[in-house]
């Protein structure tokens, strides 16, 4: 199986905090282009191109959970940022401009099921946890800003970023 896809992998452990492999995440960037780590309990989660989501219980065998375009590209369907908090995974993404250039944040409880809990014109990137709250920022002036979540369901826009 080929992946063509430039992806984020997260699994969730017990603490809900990131943690980062180097000894796993030398094979995975060989083999999927880029790829960072973050952690969650035994279950591996990959995204990327397409907006294409993986899931593994062990990081060999991967399972396709779902999947918008084949083979995608820097487009709308482009998920590039994830993180695991608060029992969940959140996974954002988009851009590539014009019309159809959407961004996205996605939410899963079990990398199966997703949810679309937020859109935007813009590009979605990156996504951050701390302190009781997700953050995201979005691209493109002058629609560029940030947004901040308690639950990853519902968004409050913060500040707006300024050109200078």
Aim: charged share 20%; with cysteine; proline share 3%.
């Amino acid at each position: 199986m080929c992946l063509t896809i430039i992806c984020l992998l997260v699994r969730r452990r017990n603490n809900c905090m990131p943690t980062y492999s180097r000894n796993l995440l030398l094979p995975l960037v060989l083999l999927l282009v880029t790829a960072q780590l973050a952690t969650a309990a035994d279950l591996w989660l990959a995204f990327g191109y397409g907006g294409r989501r993986m899931i593994s219980t062990d990081g060999l065998k991967w399972e396709i959970t779902a999947e918008w375009a084949q083979p995608g590209g820097d487009d709308s369907n482009n998920l590039m940022s994830g993180v695991f908090a608060q029992e969940k995974f959140v996974v954002v993404g988009g851009g590539g401009g014009g019309k159809t250039g959407g961004g996205h944040i996605l939410v899963s409880k079990d990398g199966r099921d997703w949810r679309e809990t937020h859109t935007d014109k813009s590009r979605i990137n990156p996504i951050v946890f701390g302190n009781g709250r997700f953050i995201v920022g979005t691209s493109s002036y002058p629609s560029g800003k940030l947004l901040w979540s308690k639950d990853a369901e519902t968004w409050t826009a913060g500040a707006a970023m300024v050109k200078r």
